[in-house]
């Protein structure tokens, strides 16, 4: 049993909680995840771990309540615990060469982004981070990723704060003031990661993006999280998330996307 020892609203249907997992503390990297259920016939939920302390023995999930099984997730309280959580799962993030390095998130991307930026700045990169969201009320983590930044911007897209507009025009208006990274890594939606990637594309600035795809039971075996990446397949839960965004088919990872949203309602509405 995982005791959850902190619960917080981040924003609207979106919660982070701190839950005692001292194994997983002890072995998570940056880029890795957690499976769980809340009930033993529960869904399997995947998780990336937003934060990890290996003193506490604790790790920090965030999640959005987007169907039933993420609902029940959210209603637990402070004290009640988690009954199965699996982890740490898929590769630790690998970085490309150079030390000057760009941090982007969107949206929910925001929590796995955070423990990249965190650990590459105390390894003593220059960490510049962009974060984003549709609007004000929906970013998070703005404190957070100042503290392990040298540059931090925020966007968001009604100009409610920050930048009005996209995470890219803020990284093209850093390529354009001669600020060009050795590498960027961006996590959230497949839209916004498929525009980073195309922009760097023109720059050959190496681009790492991390995949939630669906996902059953985290081992290669069910085949949910099928990606094309150079024209090899690969799998989501055990040789990533993180891809090269330039070798990753954006496209299939559209089409998969969209395989699962009918049977997603279905489970939502008959549970």
């Known amino acids: 049993m995982f005791k959850i020892i902190e619960k917080q609203e981040l924003a609207p249907t979106l919660k982070l909680f701190r839950v005692e997992a001292p ?8 880029g890795q995840f957690v499976i769980l259920r809340v009930h033993e016939q529960g869904e399997r939920i995947p998780l990336t771990i937003a934060d990890f302390d290996r003193e506490q023995g604790t790790i920090t999930l965030v999640f959005q309540e987007v169907g039933h099984s993420t609902q029940l997730l959210g209603a637990l309280a402070v004290g009640d615990s988690i009954p199965d ?15 000057n390095v760009v941090c982007i998130g969107g949206g929910v991307g925001v929590a796995p982004v955070y ?45 409610s704060k920050g930048h009005k507009g996209f995470v890219t025009d803020v990284l093209q208006k850093l390529i ?21 990637a195309e922009l ?22 069910c085949g949910g999280c099928r990606v094309t990446v150079g024209g090899e397949v690969k799998f989501t839960c055990v040789d990533g998330p993180a891809f090269d965004a330039h070798e990753l088919d954006f496209d299939e990872q559209v089409r998969r996307l969209e395989m699962y949203k009918e049977m997603e309602k279905k489970v939502g509405g008959e549970c």
Request: aromatic content about 6%.
């Open 176 to 196: 354009d003031e001669g600020k060009k990274p050795d590498f960027v890594i961006a996590v959230g939606p497949i839209p916004m990661m498929r525009a980073v």
């Open 200 to 221: 760097t594309r023109k720059y050959e600035i190496k681009t790492i993006v991390s995949l939630n795809s669906m996902m059953v039971d985290g081992t290669g075996m």
């Open 115 to 159: 423990p990249e930026a965190k650990a590459l700045h105390e390894q003593g990169y220059n960490v510049t981070t962009i974060i984003g969201a549709r609007t004000a009320e929906l970013l998070f983590f703005e404190a957070e990723m100042a503290a392990v930044s040298n540059q931090a911007f925020v966007t968001t897209d009604d100009g």
């Open 23 to 30: 194994m997983i503390a002890r072995r998570a990297q940056p």
């Open 85 to 99: 959580l699996l982890g740490p799962l898929g590769e630790p993030t690998e970085h490309p060469e150079g030390k």
